[in-house]
């Protein structure tokens, strides 16, 4: 069993010369991934916990940013998937059919989230700006006509 644990360890000696840093590869590997930021293990119900608490502190404007980016990657794959099906057309031109709609009512699913995004953003900017947010106030207090009559 010696014999063995000296074959090990040369080993892992041999592979620190020829690849630098593998030993710190293998150890990190060694600690497992249940853990936080500071290096503390996490049972399974507090590494859920904690990402729970984290999904539920997203805004809409970084869920719709989040959707638009899937929705450019299910955009590309169904034109990449229409070229190749448009290659071997003989075959395949009922697939072509079904992609051109797939594409129409992605783009137009995109055209809404981009829609939908700018709008969030205009919020929370003029929730960010301080002297607009005022303006709102003031607004409400004075019974809401802009100025107008």
């Known amino acids: ?5 000296k074959d090990l360890d040369s080993l892992k000696k041999d592979l620190e010369l020829m690849y ?17 930021k500071e290096g503390n293990r996490l049972t399974v119900t507090e590494y ?32 990449l998937g229409l070229v190749m099906s448009l290659v071997g057309f003989k075959s395949l031109w009922w697939v072509s059919i079904i992609l051109c709609g797939a594409i129409v009512n992605t783009s137009i699913q995109y055209l809404g989230l981009v829609k939908q995004r700018n709008v969030y953003r205009d919020i929370e900017q003029r929730f960010k700006d301080p002297e607009e947010l005022d303006l709102l106030n003031a607004d409400l207090i004075e019974g809401g006509n802009n100025g107008y009559k």
């Open 48 to 79: 859920i916990a904690r990402w729970k608490k984290g999904i539920e502190g997203i805004t809409p404007a970084q869920s719709i940013q989040t959707q638009i980016g899937g929705t450019r990657i299910i955009l590309i794959g169904l034109c």
């Open 1 to 5: 069993m010696k014999e063995t644990k």
């Open 20 to 36: 630098p840093g593998f030993n710190k590869q293998y150890e990190s590997k060694k600690k497992g991934f249940l853990r936080d």
